[in-house]
């Protein structure tokens, strides 16, 4: 289950559940089911934007949803030190341990409901991986990346790092106290989320009780995500189904529905989303490896000013985790 819970989810700020007759609700266009694959040295991932029209993303370039896994004694696995350019990386921790350290002094550990987020701007390099004492004795390891494209005026920007304390997010509710909603950035009913955005959007994480029905308000110049964490529930007014590494895309309007199963498993009996949406940046996109720019000639000189050393370089007292 999430790291962070509260004892009682009723003594929280509460999101106030909009007039449907006075609002649009936003239908939902697609379910996708996420691949499964492999990153870094080796561990496991799901591909949440797989498949997925980009005209439906931005600003979001690209989601791994890492585990739900629990490793033995020596299986943990992380990145070797890599590069990135135009674009930030959110990393949330749902559960277990994760060490990030980048060639700008920025990082540290984060655990059970951190976040770290990196603008990677003009170019910089950084390692995630478990900490050592996770490796000797394994643990549950739970979390999302996710990539938040910089518009073409931001992508040399000077790098820069957040760290998002589980302590600092803001914890609210829904009316009937049926959800709990973690808002890690963006707006979301007038409160605010800690996390900086260059890109403007909203990042909400949400644990759905059993039957529990959610209408949030959101901004109608977002887009509208809906990614299933675990459990088993429905999105949308149309109560389309969803479980466990779907994503749901929504179309346009100024609410977003979600339920929780009025019948859920044993095993996850609550209905965990990631609620993502951002304002489109509307420009081209030219991904490739670690970059993300506006056109191919860019990466190109990416991965030279890469090769050159021109994006930082490993920090001395570097001695491993």
């Known amino acids: 289950?999430?790291?962070?819970?509260?004892?009682?989810?009723?003594?929280?700020?509460?999101?106030?559940?909009?007039?449907?007759?006075?609002?649009?609700?936003?239908?939902?266009?697609?379910?996708?089911?996420?691949?499964?694959?492999?990153?870094?040295?080796?561990?496991?991932?799901?591909?949440a934007f797989a498949g997925v029209d980009s005209t439906y993303l931005d600003p979001f370039i690209h989601m791994d949803q890492m585990g739900e896994v629990e490793y033995a004694p020596g299986e943990a696995k992380g990145t070797s030190w890599h590069p990135h350019r135009g674009f930030e990386t959110v990393t949330y921790m749902i559960d277990g341990t994760f060490r990030h350290q980048d060639s700008i002094g920025g990082g540290g550990l984060i655990t059970n409901g951190d976040t770290q987020w990196m603008t990677a701007g003009?170019?910089?390099?950084?390692?995630?991986?478990?900490?050592?004492?996770?490796v000797a004795a394994g643990g549950l390891f739970h979390g999302i990346q996710l990539w938040v494209n910089l518009p073409r005026a931001d992508k040399m920007m000077a790098p820069a790092y957040q760290d998002i304390g589980a302590g600092n997010v803001a914890l609210l509710t829904t009316p009937d106290g049926g959800a709990l909603l973690r808002l890690i950035a963006g707006d979301l009913d007038g409160h605010a989320g800690p996390g900086a955005t260059h890109s403007p959007m909203t990042m909400v994480h949400a644990t759905v009780s059993t039957g529990a029905s959610v209408t949030l308000p959101w901004d109608p110049a977002f887009n509208a995500l809906v990614y299933v964490l675990s459990g088993d529930g429905t999105v949308g007014i149309e109560r389309h189904p969803a479980s466990s590494g779907q994503l749901a895309v929504y179309g346009p309007g100024d609410t977003v529905t979600f339920a929780g199963s009025a019948t859920p498993s044993e095993r996850t009996p609550d209905f965990d989303v990631l609620i993502l949406g951002g304002r489109p940046i509307g420009e081209p996109v030219f991904a490739h490896g670690p970059f993300v720019m506006n056109t191919k000639a860019e990466v190109v000189q990416a991965f030279e000013d890469y090769q050159a050393g021109r994006m930082g370089r490993i920090p001395d007292h570097y001695s491993g985790f």
């Open 1 to 47: 289950m999430p790291a962070v819970t509260v004892d009682d989810v009723l003594a929280l700020p509460r999101v106030v559940r909009p007039d449907l007759a006075a609002t649009s609700d936003r239908p939902v266009l697609g379910v996708a089911t996420a691949p499964g694959g492999l990153e870094g040295e080796g561990f496991p991932v799901r591909r």
């Open 122 to 134: 003009s170019g910089i390099l950084h390692i995630e991986a478990p900490p050592g004492e996770m």
